[in-house]
């Protein structure tokens, strides 16, 4: 499932603990950079927003890596990526993904759960 805009915006809200016009304008520009692909270079990146990628990679939501070429001069060259990481942002920001942490769950029982009857029926 391709990454949209919108479950970004909740994993970066869940994530980062962010209200949701400021997770929204961070998605936004991530995704402008990212269009329909999931991975890009790193030198696509303005030096400003590589400091909200590296946040982005710290929550969990992206994931960098490198490769190194040999050059026809005989030197290497490093080249760094930025990937999505598509799965995780899927089910941090999922939609269908309600979970109340404070809220015990033996209080969502109905009242039934709680007798017990020594006799089978």
Do not use: C
């Amino acid at each position: 499932m391709p990454v949209t805009v919108e479950n970004l915006t909740r994993a970066i809200e869940k994530r980062m603990s962010l209200p949701h016009d400021p997770a929204y304008a961070i998605a936004a520009r991530v995704m402008d950079y990212f269009g329909f692909e999931s991975f890009i270079i790193d030198n696509a990146i303005d030096p400003e927003d590589r400091k909200t990628f590296y946040s982005l990679h710290d929550a969990g939501l992206l994931r960098s890596s490198w490769e190194t070429v040999l050059l026809l001069s005989g030197r290497n060259w490093r080249i760094f990526y930025w990937e999505i990481n598509g799965s995780d942002i899927d089910r941090i920001g999922g939609a269908g993904e309600e979970t109340r942490p404070d809220e015990p769950v033996y209080k969502a029982l109905p009242e039934e759960a709680w007798t017990h009857s020594a006799q089978p029926q």
